[in-house]
């Protein structure tokens, strides 16, 4: 993992993340330049050159728009990783979806037959802890609280990195809208 290069466009929009080799592929073939340098080096019988930690590249590419796809995973990326009930952070696998309203209760709430219930709006990040809590309860039957109205996002950054490693690798200041930091729980 410490050998991934970020590849910034040529108006140093943060674009990808890209393997050590690939990275030298696209130096050699003068489609990118090293913007910073790493400590490493990499050898072949003719020449030693330093690995990257980001390049750019020389022609600007044009980054189509998307929109952003509704899954489990953006959601919990929409919320930070973080319980919207309990407001700890917590790793992937300790973080479930619920449904604000629960699928066996959407039918009566909501007076339609339209299984509708998996929409940005009626989901969110939350630990299995609170999840379980909740169970098939609608929130006014508990004493939980949201701790923010769930949204559609606009748009989705297109890397998700660790704060710490972005900073490792001298990323932090790329790291510009194509990009959301997460700090990632112990
Ligand atoms: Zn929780």
Request: glycine share 4%; net charge positive; with cysteine.
């Amino acid at each position: 993992m410490t050998t991934d290069v970020l590849v910034l466009n040529a108006g140093f929009t943060a674009l990808d993340i890209i393997s050590k080799e690939e990275s030298i592929r696209m130096l050699y073939t003068s489609k990118a330049y090293t913007v910073v340098e790493s400590e490493r080096t990499i050898s072949s019988p003719s020449i030693t050159m330093r690995v990257p930690n980001v390049i750019a590249l020389l022609n600007y590419k044009s980054i189509p728009k998307r929109k952003v796809g509704f899954s489990k995973l953006s959601v919990i990326y929409r919320d930070n990783l973080t319980c919207q009930y309990c407001g700890e952070k917590f790793t992937m696998r300790d973080l479930t979806i619920d449904h604000i309203i629960p699928k066996s209760r959407w039918a009566k709430v909501k007076r339609t037959s339209k299984r509708n219930w998996t929409t940005w709006e009626n989901c969110v990040c939350s630990c299995i802890w609170c999840n379980n809590k909740k169970g098939n309860r609608l929130l006014e039957e508990t004493d939980m609280k949201l701790s923010r109205k769930p949204y559609i996002p606009k748009y989705l950054p297109k890397l998700i990195i660790d704060f710490k490693r972005a900073e490792n690798k001298g990323w932090l200041p790329f790291t510009g809208w194509n990009v959301r930091l997460i700090n990632s729980p112990k």
